[in-house]
């Protein structure tokens, strides 16, 4: 699966936003977490796309209405690049977005 990852703020916490695509599946997800959060602290997602009965995991706009509802803006290279995961058919893929529109994705050796 590719995943794509935006360090943000949300109300005044830190979160991390993942949005990707499931090769396996053939569908997207989207997973809000607070970053200042315990591990064993039971709140810390504040969405994720598991859990959205009415969620369309086939469609990227379906995400960008949810992050529209929690008013979190991500870069717009997290869309472009799930898409083309997607397109093409991508799986393994880790990749941190930056406002700037800068990406940083590791080697794999």
């Avoid at 830190?14 to 499931?22: A, M, N, Q, T, W």
């Avoid at 569908?27 to 591990?39: K, N, P, Q, T, V």
Wanted: proline content about 4%.
């Amino acid at each position: 699966m590719s995943r794509h990852f935006f360090d943000c703020e949300h109300e005044g916490r830190s979160v991390r936003v993942r949005l990707g695509y499931d090769r396996p599946l053939d569908e997207y997800f989207l997973h809000i977490e607070f970053r200042d959060s315990g591990a064993d602290d039971e709140n810390t997602m504040l969405y994720a796309s598991i859990n959205d009965p009415s969620a369309d995991t086939t469609k990227l706009s379906y995400f960008a209405g949810v992050l529209a509802k929690y008013g979190i803006k991500v870069p717009s290279t997290v869309f472009r690049e799930v898409a083309a995961d997607a397109f093409y058919r991508v799986g393994n893929r880790y990749v941190q977005h930056f406002e700037d529109g800068r990406m940083v994705e590791p080697t794999l050796n």
